[in-house]
C-alpha cells in the first residue's frame, strides 16, 4: 500500500516547524524537517573549514555527513546528531539558517539528499515540513499545505523563538536576514520556494497555533 504524506511547505517563521510537529504527533505519523539537513550540512561544511561557495565540495559534504534525529527525553523534543555530535542549538541560530539557505540553492546538493529524504515514507504516514516537499520530493502525496504569514508576524515569531533559546538578536535585523533568506529562496532556479498547485494555501498570520493545527488535521482528515 502506499504510504500516505502530508507535505507542509513555506517560509521560515510561517508556523511550518511547530505545526509539523504537532500535527505529526497527532496523526502519529513520522516527521521529516528537511531543513534541518540542509542547516547540518552547512554546520558540517562550516566545522571541516570547507569553502561554503564551492558547490562540489558541498555536494560530497552532503554525500559524506551522517545526520541523526533522536527524539529526545520528556518535553525535550528533537535533537540532531551531525558526524555524532549533538548540533541541536547550533542548528537553529540564524547563522546556520542562512548558510543551509545558501548551499540549498545548488542543485547538486539538493540532489544529494533526495535518497535521503525518501527514506522517511514509512508507514503509518509522512509529515514532510520544508520548502520543495509538495513540488519536487513528494509530487504524489495525497495531503499538501502552504503556509504563509506577513512577513512582519514571521520576523516576530523568529525573533521569540530565538530569544527563548537565550540567543542575542535584534528584530529589525532579523527581518532583514529573514527577508534575504526568502527571497533567496524563492528566486533560485532549483526547488524555489512556491505552493504546488494542489496545495491548500493557509495563512497563520495572526492565528493562533492550535487553529492552524485544526486547519492543516482538516485537509488530511476530509
Ligand atoms: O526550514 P528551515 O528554516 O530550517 O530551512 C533552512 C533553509 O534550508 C531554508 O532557508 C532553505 O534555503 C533550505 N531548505 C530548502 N529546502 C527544504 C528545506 C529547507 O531549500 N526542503
Known sequence: AVVPVLTIDGPSGSGKGTVSALVAER????????????????????????DLSDADAMAR?????????RSGEAG????????GHDATDELRTETAGAAASAIASMPSVRQALVALQLGFRRP??????GRDMGT???PDAAFKVFLTASAAERAKRRYKQLKE??????LAGLQR????????DASRAVAPLRPADDAVLVDTTG????????????????
Not at 76 to 83: A, D, I, K
Open 165 to 170: 533559546k537565550g540567543l542575542s538578536v535584534t
Open 177 to 184: 536576514e529573514i527577508e534575504a533568506r526568502d527571497s533567496r
Open 124 to 129: 503509518p504516514g509522512l509529515v514532510a515540513d
Open 136 to 138: 519536487v520530493i513528494f
Open 207 to 222: 492565528m493562533p497555533i492550535d487553529e492552524v493545527v485544526a486547519k492543516v488535521l482538516a485537509v488530511v482528515q476530509s
Open 61 to 69: 559534504c552532503a554525500q559524506g555527513t551522517k545526520i541523526q534525529f
Open 27 to 50: 496523526l502519529g505519523w513520522r516527521l521529516l524537517d528537511s531543513g534541518a539537513l540542509y542547516r547540518a550540512v552547512g554546520y558540517a561544511a562550516g566545522m571541516a573549514g570547507l
Open 76 to 83: 525535550g523534543g528533537t535533537r540532531v546528531l551531525v558526524n
